[in-house]
């Protein structure tokens, strides 16, 4: 029998997500053949009860409840008989005062090394190159 897993599973999730908040996230696997045949698995490491299974595509609403604030790892794992690929991707639940003191944090070590400027909306920090410090 013929079958292919010729590229590594796509996930797609957001980077950084607040505590207590749902988010998205599914993996792909790109020309894998035959697709009934194939099983992926994604899930966030060490936590039984974030994964779901299917065939060449699998998403899930992940609610950040159910993880400490943290740095996970997302990974899905697909399988085609004898043949298995893996990828994984660093996801960041974070509280929200607790991204703030990185904002912070990082503001202040840019903002005196001159190297990077600053705008501030309503206590949170965006990166824009080409804009000034503005109250």
Known sequence: ?????????????ETWVEKGTETSVSCEVPRA???????TVLSVEGYPNTSVTGNVFVSFSLDTNVLPAARHNLVCVSQVFSAS????????????????????????????????????????CVLLPSCYLKP
Not at 33 to 39: G, L, S
Not at 100 to 124: H, P, R
Request: charged share 20%.
């Open 1 to 13: 029998m013929t079958y292919a897993l010729p590229e590594d599973p796509r996930i797609t999730a």
């Open 33 to 39: 053949f035959p697709p009934d045949n194939i099983t």
């Open 85 to 124: 690929k893996e990828s994984k991707k660093h996801i960041y639940i974070y509280g929200k005062y607790m991204f703030l003191t990185i904002l912070y944090m990082l503001s202040t070590l840019f903002f005196f090394k001159k190297k990077t400027q600053f705008v501030f909306f309503n206590c949170e």
